[in-house]
């Protein structure tokens, strides 16, 4: 492999490993984010559980 | 026509970034020639100078979306400015990197500091840089807000100086290619670096998107967290 040639792998590797780092980072940040995403789920499922749900207004029917 | 772009789905976006750079990759290797004075090395160019020129539509998009928060207080244009110039550092130093190993290759050096053009694009993106320091340092809301578009808005000033300092200062090291009249190489190697173009601002266009999603995701989830506290 010539010098040229290894540096022209070098610049478009450069491009490559940019995008893998880049998706990386986005992958984290997206489990952290499908993380909190399951907190707040649970958090609000207990809130559901200690206040039920308020009884339906009936129209009372006269007989 | 920039509006338009807006309304294309991601899924599509990033498909289209992924056939376009395959296409670029083809052009590039298989249908330009090789240069006959710099050879293989200038394979480079095809991918420098639009990610360069990707860096500035960053830059240049960032700045536009910092007026557009200033003047109309439009919402989200903080955040899509911030994703912006996140995407043009991110640019910027791929810029720097690449920049650096065709001047190595062409011209036995990693770096010069005699060369307009290397230079004022490293203040560029130390200027931008340095936006993050700010946006960081400051309590998020209105003031972080106009403080941040105001420092976007300064920035891109420099981008017409970066553009034309070789014009302007006869710069003989760094290559001038495109001049007043036109593009300075063959229509094959003019259609792979236009292809590679295209690839890149896609890229950096998805990047964006999803770049954004992700943080307006988050934004959304720390209110849910403070109306469930």
Same mark, same amino acid.
């Not at chain 1, 491009?15 to 609000?44: N, P, Q």
């Not at chain 2, 750079?21 to 991918?47: C, E, H, N, R, V």
């Not at chain 2, 912006?84 to 810029?95: C, D, P, R, S, Y």
């Given at each position: 492999?010539?010098?040229?040639?290894?540096?022209?792998?070098?610049?478009?590797?450069?491009?490559?490993?940019?995008?893998?780092?880049?998706?990386?980072?986005?992958?984290?940040?997206?489990?952290?984010? $499908?993380?909190?995403?399951? $907190?707040?789920?649970?958090?609000?499922?207990?809130?559901?559980?200690?206040?039920?749900?308020?009884?339906?207004?009936?129209?009372?029917?006269?007989? | 026509? %920039?509006?338009? +772009?807006?309304?294309?789905?991601?899924?599509?976006?990033?498909?289209?970034?992924?056939?376009?750079?395959?296409?670029?990759?083809?052009?590039? =290797?298989?249908?330009?020639?090789?240069?006959?004075?710099?050879?293989?090395?200038?394979?480079?160019?095809?991918?420098?100078?639009?990610? !360069?020129? #990707?860096?500035?539509?960053?830059?240049?998009?960032?700045?536009?979306?910092?007026?557009?928060? +200033?003047?109309?207080?439009?919402?989200?244009?903080?955040? /899509?400015?911030? !994703?912006?110039?996140?995407?043009?550092?991110? =640019?910027?130093?791929? #810029?720097?990197?690449? &920049?650096? *190993?065709?001047?190595?290759?062409?011209?036995? *050096?990693?770096? #010069?500091?005699?060369?307009?053009?290397?230079?004022?694009?490293?203040?560029? =993106?130390?200027?931008?840089?340095?936006?993050?320091?700010?946006?960081?340092?400051? /309590?998020? &809301?209105?003031?972080?807000?106009?403080?941040?578009?105001?420092?976007?808005?300064?920035?891109?000033? %420099?981008?017409?100086?970066?553009?034309?300092?070789?014009?302007?200062?006869?710069?003989?090291?760094?290559?001038?290619?495109?001049?007043?009249?036109?593009?300075?190489?063959?229509?094959?190697?003019?259609?792979?670096?236009?292809?590679?173009? !295209?690839? %890149?601002?896609?890229? !950096?266009?998805?990047?964006?998107?999803?770049? %954004?999603?992700?943080?307006?995701?988050?934004?959304?989830?720390?209110?849910?967290?403070?109306?469930?506290?």
């Amino acid at each position: 492999m010539s010098a040229s040639e290894k540096y022209v792998a070098a610049a478009y590797l450069v491009l490559f490993v940019a995008v893998l780092i880049w998706v990386a980072i986005i992958a984290s940040k997206l489990a952290r984010l $499908e993380r909190d995403a399951g $907190e707040l789920t649970e958090l609000a499922r207990r809130r559901l559980e200690r206040e039920p749900e308020p009884e339906p207004e009936r129209d009372e029917v006269g007989v | 026509m %920039l509006a338009r +772009l807006r309304h294309i789905p991601l899924p599509t976006l990033a498909a289209a970034a992924v056939v376009l750079m395959g296409t670029a990759l083809a052009l590039i =290797f298989f249908y330009a020639p090789l240069d006959a004075d710099q050879g293989l090395s200038q394979k480079i160019f095809y991918i420098h100078v639009p990610i !360069a020129l #990707t860096a500035y539509a960053c830059f240049g998009w960032g700045a536009a979306k910092a007026f557009l928060h +200033l003047w109309k207080r439009s919402p989200g244009a903080d955040l /899509e400015s911030y !994703a912006a110039i996140h995407q043009g550092v991110i =640019f910027g130093a791929l #810029t720097l990197i690449t &920049g650096s *190993i065709w001047a190595r290759v062409s011209w036995g *050096i990693w770096w #010069t500091w005699s060369s307009n053009q290397l230079v004022t694009f490293l203040i560029l =993106f130390l200027f931008y840089s340095a936006y993050f320091m700010l946006r960081y340092s400051v /309590e998020p &809301g209105p003031a972080r807000a106009n403080m941040c578009a105001v420092y976007a808005l300064f920035g891109v000033v %420099l981008i017409p100086i970066s553009w034309l300092s070789i014009r302007i200062a006869n710069d003989y090291i760094h290559p001038t290619v495109f001049t007043r009249h036109g593009p300075q190489m063959s229509g094959s190697m003019f259609l792979a670096f236009c292809v590679s173009w !295209a690839a %890149l601002l896609a890229s !950096a266009g998805t990047m964006y998107r999803v770049e %954004l999603a992700g943080k307006r995701l988050d934004e959304r989830l720390r209110e849910l967290r403070e109306l469930l506290a």
